[in-house]
């Protein structure tokens, strides 16, 4: 296997897990598209991640190399031609629940660094100053809380919320029965935009839901909302909310993707010139607060996913299926 967009991380945590099969790991740094694809020749198959350019060129070259296989390390796979894939015969299998936990558990810590202003109370109380002015946040037990969503990392998320005390409302084509016995109730999305004083995205980026929070989506919140997307960027118009934030019409924004990260995240470039004016924008609110693509980032999770990519390879070449193939668009 070729493993793309591989740091040091991966290596270190995939090189336990193969220790544990007779499978071999080549670990290139560079990012998957159709101009590296040449570098898995030899392989079989390919490791591939959130960034990773998957479109048909790539995999038709991929294809031209022999590789039969895309293995995901992520959850997501919205980054993968499934069309092209099923054409040229290539299977794709990804990591579907590595640890739901580290993302929704994420998805809080966002949102009380945001309400607390805990990254503005760090450096303030660094400095010496035990000032309380502009750090007042609000109680979010009692809050209504706008699930979109509740598949494994929702229901997580909802699971967290109902500790604090609030009022679930969701929205999700499927009803999720664990979120049912939370006491979730499910909604369409306008009474859900109209109601929630938080709203939190944890549905997949699919045609359906690209750009699900527009400008007509903010205009229907509730003043001073707080957004959350640990999900996918792309379920966010950035330019909206840009506008949300100036007019005060969303109060807090935490964002864990973006729709153009590609370009950005997982690289250190804090010696370059920022070129992305709307993320630059972004970075000059006080109520807004950025991690970079991160919420999945736990030990617990890292070493499941190298666990789960490595048996889903095991998986095809035992039984020729595995649980965790992706077959079709959504
Ligand atoms: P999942 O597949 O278990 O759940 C997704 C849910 O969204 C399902 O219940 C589905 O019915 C629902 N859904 C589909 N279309 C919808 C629509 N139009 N409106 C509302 N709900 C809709 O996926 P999981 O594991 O919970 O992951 C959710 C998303 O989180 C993934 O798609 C991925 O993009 C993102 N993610 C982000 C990570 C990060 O590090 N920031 C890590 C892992 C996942």
Do not use: W
Not at 44 to 61: I, K, Q, T, Y
Not at 244 to 260: A, M, P, R, T, W
């Amino acid at each position: 296997m070729t493993m793309f967009s591989s740091k040091s991380y991966d290596e270190d945590y995939f090189e336990a897990a193969l220790a544990e099969t007779d499978h071999a790991c080549r670990f290139q740094e560079a990012k998957l598209n159709a101009e590296t694809a040449t570098l898995a020749q030899g392989s079989e198959a390919v490791c591939a991640f959130v960034n990773d350019d998957l479109s048909r060129p790539c995999l038709e070259r991929l294809s031209e190399h022999g590789i039969h296989t895309v293995a995901m390390r992520c959850a997501g796979f919205n980054n993968v031609d499934l069309d092209a894939a099923a054409d040229l015969g290539i299977r794709v299998v990804r990591v579907p629940a590595y640890s739901p936990h580290a993302v929704a558990e994420h998805t809080i810590g966002l949102l009380l660094a945001l309400n607390r202003r805990l990254y503005r109370a760090y450096n303030r109380v660094r400095e010496g100053n035990f000032s309380l002015h502009g750090l007042v946040g609000f109680d979010v037990h009692g809050l209504t809380v706008g699930i979109i969503g509740t598949g494994t990392i929702g229901a997580k998320v909802a699971a967290l919320f109902k500790g604090f005390g609030c009022h679930l409302l969701c929205h999700d084509p499927q009803e999720n029965e664990d979120v049912l016995a939370l006491g979730g109730d499910y909604v369409e999305l306008d009474p859900l935009f109209e109601k929630a004083d938080i709203i939190t995205l944890h549905c997949p980026l699919i045609e359906a839901t690209h750009h699900l929070i527009d400008e007509a989506a903010i205009a229907k919140m509730k003043p001073g909302v707080t957004l959350l997307n640990t999900s996918r960027g792309g379920l966010v118009d950035t330019s909206a909310v840009i506008g949300g934030l100036k007019s005060g019409q969303i109060g807090n924004l935490g964002i864990d993707v973006y729709e153009e990260e590609d370009s950005l995240f997982f690289e250190d470039q804090s010696g370059a010139v920022m070129q992305d004016d709307v993320f630059a924008r972004l970075l000059t609110f006080p109520n807004v607060m950025i991690t970079g693509h991160q919420a999945f980032f736990t030990s617990t999770a890292l070493r499941q996913i190298a666990r789960t990519t490595l048996q889903n390879l095991i998986d095809l070449e035992q039984t020729g299926s595995c649980v965790n193939a992706v077959s079709k668009s959504p």
